[in-house]
Each structure stands twice: as C-alpha cells, then as structure tokens.
T-cell receptor
Framework: NAGVTQTPKFQVLKTGQSMTLQCAQD?????MYWYRQDPGMGLRLIYY???????DKGEVPNGYNVSRLNKREFSLRLESAAPSQTSVYFC?????????????FGNGTRLTVT | RKEVEQDPGPFNVPEGATVAFNCTYS??????FFWYRQDCRKEPKLLMS???SGNEDGRFTAQLNRASQYISLLIRDSKLSDSATYLCVVNNEDDKIIFGKGTRLHILP
C-alpha cells in the first residue's frame, strides 16, 4: 500500500497564479485533512473532510478551497496564490472520526509563492 | 494558557542516555493523545498512542497524567537515529485535533 500520496512535491508560483494540490489515500479511510506547517507555527489545519461529500473549515481556511472528490481523494486549491501561502502542505487521513484514530500523513508539498 | 504546550528544546543528549519530554494540555475533557515523530523536511509519523494506563514500545514509554493534564515520552538508551522533532497531539471532546509545536531532540555521538 502506498498510504497517502501527495503531488506535486515542490512547486513555485507567482503571486496571483492558481494551483491544485492533489492527495489520495488507499487505506479506505473516512477522514482526510489538509495542514500547513510554517517555522515556529507548528501544524495548522486548513480544511478537513469527515466523509465523502463533506468538508469543513479548519483553523486557517482563507485563500483555500477543497474538494472531496471521492473517498480516496481530497484536493486543495489555491485560487490566487499569495506570498503568505509559502509553506509546506501536508495531507493526512484517518480511519475513524477526527482525532479518535491516528493521522497518516503524505510526504508533503513545498510551495513557494514569489 | 495555550491548548497544547511543549518545550521547543533543543534537547542535546549523549547517545545512550535517557531523555524525557512533557507536553501539557489545557482542556481537561481531552480524550485521545498521541506522540508523533518528525524528521527534518519529512512528514510527521505516528510514534505511539498514549493510553490512560501508560504504554511501552521497546525503548519508548508514554504516560498520561490526567490530574495534572500532561503526557510524557521517555526514551531509554537513546540512539543517533532518535534525533528528530517530537510532536504531542491532543484530541478534544469536540473532535478538534491540536498539535503541539514540537520538541527538538539531538542525540550526540
């Protein structure tokens, strides 16, 4: 099993450009998450999806949209990238309800917005 | 008080020594607790869940103290490969998952 797969691994965008970060899991997990990690800030939740067809805002949702395409896939879209969105983005999944089971993370996407 | 607090370190510990980290949490109704390990420029990976009765996995021991609202991680006979950042994770009764900012550990040869 591949676990949680994220693409791309690296991306450089100019301010105002858009892009979609892709995430897929093959563990048949119900819940999926998008986090960003910045130095000194720790992991911050952007959006999560408790099940297929549902999405909810996390701690820092502004400037992002998500789509839970099916049970396997959960994508994160930046419509108009800003330098403040330079970060490392991690997708994660968990088997059960939020927090009751551990999270499994993808390898991360390093995004730089110039 | 922050929801989840960890000493950021770094802890510089000689190889073979025992090292312990604590993590305090503010919500007394918190339900689930985990320790994750994160290597430099890598994703966090689950190290161990923390159970009320405490649990041990090889050289690693995790404890939960609900009265004082902290969890601990003890690493015995530390190895160079234990060098990493250790993240404390707490789940609250409203299913909110809170990550600590991590404690950096450097094992010195």
């Amino acid at each position: 099993n591949a676990g949680v797969t994220q693409t791309p691994k690296f991306q450089v965008l100019k301010t105002g450009q858009s892009m979609t970060l892709q995430c897929a899991q093959d563990m048949n997990h119900n819940s999926m998450y998008w986090y960003r990690q910045d130095p000194g800030m720790g992991l911050r939740l952007i959006y999560y999806s408790a099940s297929e067809g549902t999405t909810d805002k996390g701690e820092v949702p502004n400037g992002y949209n998500v789509s839970r395409l099916n049970k396997r896939e959960f994508s994160l879209r930046l419509e108009s990238a800003a330098p403040s969105q330079t970060s490392v983005y991690f997708c994660a999944s968990s088997e059960g309800d939020r927090g009751n089971s551990p999270l499994h993370f993808g390898n991360g996407t390093r995004l730089t917005v110039t | 008080r922050k929801e989840v607090e960890q000493d950021p370190g770094p802890f510089n510990v000689p190889e073979g020594a025992t090292v312990a980290f604590n993590c305090t949490y503010s919500n007394s109704a918190s339900q689930s607790f985990f320790w994750y390990r994160q290597d430099c420029r890598k994703e966090p990976k689950l190290l161990m869940s923390v159970y009320s009765s405490g649990n041990e996995d090889g050289r690693f021991t995790a404890q939960l103290n609900r009265a004082s609202q902290y969890i601990s991680l003890l690493i015995r006979d530390s190895k160079l490969s234990d060098s990493a950042t250790y993240l404390c994770v707490v789940n609250n009764e409203d299913d909110k998952i809170i990550f600590g900012k991590g404690t950096r550990l450097h094992i010195l040869p």
